[in-house]
C-alpha cells in the first residue's frame, strides 16, 4: 500500500526499495516507542475541530 500510494504522489521507486525500507524499520523496532501528548497548550497551540470524526490509535 505504501508503494502504491507513492506512485501515486508521483515518486518513482521500486517496489523492492520500499518493502527493503519497511523491513529495516520493523527490525530497527521504529515506531514502538513512546509518545508525547501535551494536555495543556498556549494560546494559538491547539485547535478546534467540528463536524469530523476522527480516530486516535494510541
Do not use: C, N, W
Not at 29 to 48: K, M, N, R, V
Amino acid at each position: 500500500m505504501l508503494y502504491e500510494q507513492l506512485v501515486v504522489e508521483g515518486y518513482t521507486v521500486a517496489h523492492l526499495s520500499v518493502q527493503r525500507f519497511v523491513r529495516d524499520l520493523k527490525r530497527a523496532g521504529t515506531g514502538l516507542g513512546e509518545a508525547f501528548i501535551p494536555l495543556q497548550f498556549t494560546a494559538g497551540d491547539a485547535l478546534q475541530f467540528e463536524g469530523g470524526k476522527e480516530r486516535v490509535v494510541l
